[in-house]
């Protein structure tokens, strides 16, 4: 069984992304700038914030966050928002999520710039996602994208199962496997038999936020298996994945965490020199 090592994974692609940000700075005499907007003191936010923020010095980018208090109006959000699509400096602009109810998440989202959208989220970027048209593709499913290619560099014709449908994984996951020539089921909690169509994938992504849920008898003999979920339980941190059972099966398995944590933080950079470089054309 192969398994497949985020952590490691991530750190090259960090040193290959820190190589060309010197380059793009002897180029252009400038570096590109990622601004990361938190709102709020959740937990989990604070810790994935500070990871991108110490990913992105590592690699030589310009790197800020702007924090707010849980109670901060829309507006000031929203405007600070487009005060940073003018700046010339910022290449990308993050806002962590989830946000306070108060916040219009969709009206967020819309108000970044396309072109500095490095989550990928608006709906321009879904657009040219889904129409195959070149575009900002959000963090986590470019990672795991990424991580099955190294297993397997020819995808034309596997079939691939996305367990859960959201717009941050599920769906862009779809996409970029289908792109590959993949022949793409995506689940949801209504589907009918789950266990019957993972047996069918050579290429499973398990992205529900259930423990364990993808068990040994689930997966085909060598099949790729990527784990995004990350669920507190009383024995620590586990994927959606029955990682010790599925890994005498599976061909390769990604860890939790190691796995595609990592890849999503490099990803955020990936994409920031992206939009840096689009925006040099
Ligand atoms: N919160 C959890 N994952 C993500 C992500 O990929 N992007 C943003 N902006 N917020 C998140």
Redesign the pocket.
């Known amino acids: 069984m192969i398994l497949i090592d985020g952590k490691k994974i991530a750190a090259e692609l960090r040193e290959e992304l820190r190589q060309e940000v010197v380059e793009l700075k002897a180029k252009y005499n400038k570096i590109p700038g990622l601004t990361v907007i938190l709102i709020g003191d959740m937990a ?2 604070q810790i ?1 914030v500070r990871m991108k923020e110490k990913a992105a010095n590592e690699v030589g980018l310009k790197s800020e966050v702007i924090r707010y208090p849980e109670a901060v109006e829309e507006k000031t959000v929203l405007d600070k928002i487009e005060e940073l699509n003018k700046d010339e400096s910022i290449s990308g602009i ?5 946000l306070p109810k108060h916040i219009d998440k969709q009206k967020v989202i819309e108000t970044i710039l396309p072109g500095k959208d490095v ?1 990928g ?1 608006h709906p321009m970027n879904v657009g040219n996602l889904s129409s195959g048209y070149e575009s900002s593709v ?3 499913p470019l990672g795991c994208y990424l991580m099955i290619k190294k297993v397997e560099p020819n995808l034309s014709g596997k079939k691939a199962v996305m367990i859960g449908r959201s717009n ?1 994984n599920g769906k862009p996951m779809a996409q970029l496997l289908l792109k590959e020539n993949c022949t793409v089921t995506i689940t949801h909690s209504k589907t009918k038999d789950l266990k019957a169509e993972c047996l069918e994938a050579d290429i499973i992504v398990a992205a529900v936020g259930i423990p364990e849920l993808v068990k040994a008898d689930w997966v085909k003999k060598d099949a790729i298996i990527i784990d995004v979920g990350i669920n507190k339980t009383d024995n620590g941190i586990v994927g959606d994945v029955a990682f010790e059972e599925v890994s005498k099966v599976a061909r390769a398995l990604t860890p939790v965490p190691g796995g595609v944590g990592p890849m ?1 933080i490099a990803c ?1 950079l990936k994409n920031t020199i992206e939009s840096f470089k689009r925006s040099q054309k």
């Open positions: 989990p936010s994935y993050l806002v962590q999520l989830p989550d989220f959000p963090c986590t941050l999503t955020l």
